[in-house]
């Protein structure tokens, strides 16, 4: 029974030390979350110094402190740096000349690794070293209306850094409303040293871009803290223009068939131009006035014919393609008829009326002439006197 009791005593005394051993790991574990290492800037530039800060050490510990490039990999900086640091009786350091960038170091990023000497503790941070530019907020250039849509430009000035470097960026937009493009110009810029440039961005705009006012931002891809402040595209909206009314006329077969187009005055911004189709064809007419305007279609009809107005488009560029108030007018095209029967009339005078007739067929009307050819409106020829009437009878299809 002896021998039992100390074996379980001492395979109880070891897995006590077992337990022991696994919290005393867990409380690192959870300590070292608590440590940090953080450096005073994310980007520095050639011939700046890097100032450090570590918090949630030991007191008193020393903290080793590595430094290596993580991208690139400098052929001549292939070594790790390392440093020591002590914690003060909280636990902090702060070192404001911990490494001096060097102008070779451009466009390189380092990761930075604290670890605790005594308390096995370990925090991580990196920072880079690459070139900077700045920009202007230029404004928008250009009017945009919803519903037409068109381009509106951005004039920025550039400068960069006081490093010694040549180095080139590429410019681009952060994300920018559905239907809107960029594009610059020049694009990609270099920078020699000392320089300052110049570059266009044109934002071209969909018709279905809503109006309101949309913020955005321009970088340098290669280049770092290179971000401009916000900049607005305004996009406008749009009195869409219409019409009271859109009528035709009525021809006999052969004539020339015109449509009349009436403006709404209160939306009118002139010119208006106007689409219009027989369902085939689409033309379009300039609309001058708020006023009723008659113009001659296209290719007159030679049956009746209705005409859809397409869109209407504004002075100002709003176009309408729906939501018309009057959106058809008809073109209404009679057959010519027989040409009427009349004849000479000879008759003795006698003191009464004698009136000449034409004779037509039925639901065609007859109009009387003073000439054969034009000529003026008149009546049918008729006298009570001695003497020769004459007028000439046309054939009127009214139906």
């Not at 928008?140 to 006081?162: E, K, L, P, S």
């Not at 937009?173 to 044109?202: C, D, E, H, M, Q």
């Amino acid at each position: 029974m002896k021998n039992i009791y100390e074996t379980l005593r001492t395979s109880r005394a070891a897995l006590m030390a077992l337990l022991v051993g696994l919290l005393m790991l867990a409380a690192n574990v959870a300590r070292s979350q608590e440590v940090t290492i953080a450096t005073d800037k994310d980007d520095y530039l050639p011939g700046e110094w890097v100032m450090i800060t570590g918090t949630g050490w030991l007191p008193g510990e020393t903290v080793q402190l590595t430094l290596i490039h993580i991208e690139p990999n400098i052929p001549d900086h292939t070594h790790d740096d390392v440093w020591e640091v002590i914690a003060d009786g909280d636990g902090n350091f702060h070192k404001a000349e911990f490494f001096f960038v060097e102008e070779k170091e451009l466009n390189t990023a380092f990761e930075l690794t604290a670890l605790g000497l005594t308390s096995r503790w370990v925090a991580i941070t990196t920072f880079t070293d690459g070139n900077s530019i700045t920009f202007n907020t230029p404004t928008q250039v250009g009017t945009i209306n919803t519903g037409t849509g068109g381009t509106a430009t951005y004039a920025f000035n550039i400068g960069r850094d006081g490093a010694g470097n040549t180095f080139t960026t590429t410019l681009s937009t952060s994300t920018l409303p559905t239907g809107v493009a960029a594009a610059f110009s020049p694009n990609p810029i270099t920078f020699p040293p000392g320089a300052t440039r110049t570059s266009t961005l044109t934002l071209t705009v969909a018709s279905t871009v809503p109006a309101g006012s949309y913020t955005f931002t321009v970088s340098g891809t290669d280049s770092k803290d290179g971000t401009s402040a916000n900049i607005t595209l305004t996009v406008s909206g749009c009195a869409q223009p219409n019409s009271t009314d859109f009528t035709g006329n009525t021809i006999c077969a052969g004539g020339t068939g015109t449509l009349t187009f009436d403006a709404i005055n209160a939306t009118f911004s002139s010119p208006y131009t106007i689409v219009y189709t027989n369902g085939t064809t689409q033309w379009s007419q300039v609309i001058a006035t708020a006023s009723e305007t008659t113009f001659n279609v296209a290719v007159n009809p030679t049956i009746t014919t209705n005409y859809t107005l397409v869109s209407i488009t504004n002075g100002a560029g709003c176009v309408r393609t729906t939501g018309f108030t009057d959106a058809t007018a008809e073109i209404t095209v009679r057959p010519l008829p027989a040409a009427p029967s009349a004849g000479n009339i000879t008759t003795t005078y006698d003191g009464t009326l004698k009136t000449g007739t034409a004779t037509v067929p039925t639901g065609i009307t007859v109009d009387w002439y003073d000439a054969a050819t034009g000529g003026n409106a008149t009546t049918a020829p008729s006298g009570t006197n001695a003497g020769t009437y004459t007028a000439w009878a046309e054939a009127r299809n009214t139906t």
